[in-house]
């Protein structure tokens, strides 16, 4: 599924809103999770999962290429942990 | 780093400041778009969100586990797992963001 296909689906479910208010929604919620995440929060979702920012620390890396070192700097990255309804969903346990 | 967490209220707030429904209908709308992301990765699709990320579903073997703290072996069951692999677009406004 892509972001155009899941627009479409809760489109059809909601013939009173138009086309772009619905794209609106979807942009908003996850541009509203990548904002919370570049500001160093963590956005919680109950039953669907937790997006939250994990530091890295500096290392020293390998160019794959060439086998020379070079530092790599220290960095945030994001990460998701799926919630517990849809890792059980996920192996066919509905609730 | 801020402990401040977003929760689904914050997203149906957001919509309705963005999209000017009312407040129960954003929320059912948040929830709408969880459930429809949750729905087909039940379903085994992939989901990809561009610009946001990639949700996929992978299919793990059994293996024997072994409890940490006792030492037990434990057979682990053969089982499916989500990954979300952020987008370039995201990993570069979290690293941005999150400068120290």
Redesign the interface.
Known sequence: MIRSELVQIIADENPHLFQRDVERIVNTVFDEITNALAKGERVELRGFGAFSVKKRDARMGRNPRTGESVPVEAKAVPFFKTGKLLRDRLNGKET | ??E?????M??SE??FR??G?SRNE?AD??E???N???D???RG?????????T?S?RDKNARVGRNPKTGQEAPIPP??????R?SH???E????????
């Open positions: 780093m801020s401040k967490t977003l929760t689904r914050d997203l957001a919509v963005e999209v429904l954003s709308l948040v709408s778009v969880l429809h992301v949750s087909a990765l039940v699709e992939q989901v990809k969100l561009s610009s946001f990320g949700f579903v089982r499916r797992v989500l990954t979300f952020p677009l995201m990993k406004r979290v690293a941005e963001g999150n400068k120290s």
